[in-house]
């Protein structure tokens, strides 16, 4: 027997103490919904042009923004400063936040953004705490999900070019939109309208599967106590 627990997404956080608590208090000091979180998963490496396209669009968009950046095995050793454009740190200063571990964040209130490549967790982590994607889908499923992202109205693609690149001024505008702007009210609007879709769905489930195994037990005459 096949029984729906609906979608199962890890709880955050999964940070280091330490970071944590300096991270929690950037995000606490930051307005609702004006942050934007940069992650790229864990099967991908950004090149050093992407890098250099993303960094100068956050730069450009002047939202705040927390960034995951990592890097091969092989480049365990390598420093983020070397990546970035120069000057890129200083310019933005308290504005955005580098992190070079991992940083679940998008469930706190401070978060209005996402820009992911669309793996299918991020994706459903990001639904279920109703933030809005800004989708920068890199290979294997992820363009068939950022399809998936715009279709259902929560989430923008940022546009590549005939070539295949990153463009920071698009990277900028597609931020922003879905951000900051009065255009991605309707993007905003429908990752909360199905977050809470998604909750009741779950508890719905969750009761269901209770019931399931109680009358399983009953059946079988296990001594199982909830």
Request: aromatic share 6%; net charge negative.
């Amino acid at each position: 027997m096949i029984v729906p627990v609906g979608p199962l997404v890890q709880e955050p956080m999964d940070l280091k103490v330490d970071e944590e608590t300096w991270i929690m208090k950037w995000l606490n000091k930051r307005e609702r919904a004006s942050v934007v979180y940069v992650c790229f998963g864990s099967e991908y490496f950004l090149t050093k042009e992407e890098i250099e396209e993303i960094a100068h669009g956050l730069e450009l968009s002047k939202v705040s923004f927390i960034w995951v950046i990592r890097f091969p095995n092989e480049e365990k050793g390598r420093r983020v400063e070397e990546v970035l454009p120069e000057g890129f740190l200083e310019r933005v200063g308290e504005k955005g936040i580098i992190v070079e571990g991992w940083a679940k964040i998008l469930k706190h209130s401070s978060v209005g953004g996402f820009v992911s490549h669309c793996g299918w967790s991020s994706v459903l982590e990001s639904v279920k705490f109703g933030v809005p994607i800004i989708a920068m889908p890199m290979h294997l499923d992820q363009p068939i999900n950022s399809r998936l992202v715009e279709e259902e109205g929560v989430g923008v693609e940022v546009k590549r070019t005939t070539e295949g690149s990153l463009q920071r001024e698009e990277v900028a505008k597609v931020i922003r939109d879905v951000v900051v702007e009065k255009i991605g009210e309707g993007v905003r609007k429908k990752a909360l309208e199905i977050r809470d879709n998604m909750k009741k769905k779950e508890d719905a489930e969750i009761d269901g599967v209770v019931e399931e195994l109680m009358q399983l037990c009953t059946k079988t005459g296990s001594n199982v106590n909830f």
